[in-house]
């Protein structure tokens, strides 16, 4: 308890797919899919995690990554913070080394998706090592929602072209809906 404030609270995978929902109304756990998605924008798994890490580190106070914090740019602010696991015995391990995420994407009987971050690689590393029992961070995604709609917009041809300027118009014939709900808890 002493860390949630910190770096979240730690879900088994019960918790996580249980009916009562982790997530706010409009958000969910991502798939492995997602996942797979996630990374492939990044510019791959091998990159992916240190665009995701928060970049503090020691000595800065809690919450923050071990040295060495390797290739972490924080640079879409998602802010990952290694915030651990806890085990079958309700031990905490790995608080400020490494990041670990579960997935709503079921492997077998006892085992699921997750995916970690350590201090020691900029590597987001798809993982089948936790069972379901373990404790793992979760972070919510948006669901995107069947109301939203693009905007519909109208141009003119280009004309009046000289070296300097050229002349259009266009207009706006519907501005389009985007129904984001709130933002969930980024655990």
């Known amino acids: 308890n002493s860390w949630k ?8 995978w019960h ?3 249980n009916s009562n929902g982790l997530c706010p109304a409009g958000w969910l756990v991502p798939t492995d899919a997602d996942w797979n998605t996630l990374g492939e924008y990044l510019g791959g798994q091998y990159v992916a995690g240190g ?7 020691d000595p800065d106070p809690h919450p923050r990554w071990n040295d060495p914090n390797i290739g972490a740019t924080d640079q879409f602010n998602w802010s990952a913070l290694p915030g651990g696991y806890r085990d079958y015995d309700g031990d905490f391990d790995d ?16 085992l699921a998706w997750s995916r970690f971050i350590n201090n020691s690689s900029t590597t987001l590393t798809q993982n089948n090592d936790f069972s379901k029992g373990y ?4 972070r919510c995604i948006w669901e995107e929602s069947q109301q939203s709609t693009l905007p519909t917009v109208y141009t003119l041809a280009v004309s009046d072209i000289t070296e300097p300027s050229a002349v259009s118009a266009g207009s706006i014939a519907d ?3 985007h129904d984001l709900p709130a933002p969930g808890p980024a655990r």
């Open 175 to 177: 501005a389009g809906a």
């Open 5 to 12: 404030d910190s770096y979240g609270a730690l879900y088994n």
């Open 95 to 110: 608080m400020g080394a490494y990041g670990l995420w579960w997935t709503s994407s079921l492997i077998s009987g006892n």
């Open 135 to 138: 404790g793992l961070s979760i």
């Open 15 to 17: 918790a996580v797919m």
């Open 51 to 57: 665009k995701l890490k928060s970049t503090r580190t």
